[in-house]
């Protein structure tokens, strides 16, 4: 399970973004995907303290994209959140997943 710092700024980064031609070759994507990212808690409500949904951007390496989560997240130390990531690379490309995130305190 991912992990969530609470009172942090996390970087949420997907990795090996990829399509499928007809021929069935996988490609790494570029910057043309619209993703997208939601978190919401375990009642399926969104997570407060910022403005749903947020757009990932292209980091310049192929398949992979990030943003920034804000640390005014209202999250506490122990729950479970859901990221409701959505991907849309044009017709037949669109796709939809979810990734369990704990939150936790930073500790040293």
């Known amino acids: 399970m991912a992990v969530l710092y609470r ?6 980064v997907l990795t090996n ?17 619209i993703i997208t990212v939601r ?3 375990s009642a399926g409500a969104a997570i407060s303290g910022e403005t749903w949904p947020l757009t990932l951007t292209y980091t ?16 506490t130390n122990g729950q479970t ?13 669109r796709g939809y997943f979810e990734v369990l995130m704990q939150v936790e305190t930073r500790r040293l």
Do not use: K
Not at 17 to 32: E, H, N, P, Q
Not at 60 to 75: A, C, H, K, N, T
């Open 17 to 33: 973004v990829t399509t499928m031609s007809g021929a069935g070759v996988y490609t790494l994507l570029t910057g043309t995907p």
């Open 81 to 93: 959140v859901t990221a409701q990531i959505t991907i849309d690379n044009g017709a037949g490309q």
């Open 60 to 75: 310049g390496i192929p398949g992979r994209f990030s943003v920034v989560l804000s640390d005014d997240l209202v999250i």
């Open 39 to 41: 978190l919401v808690n």
């Open 7 to 12: 009172l942090s700024n996390n970087l949420l």
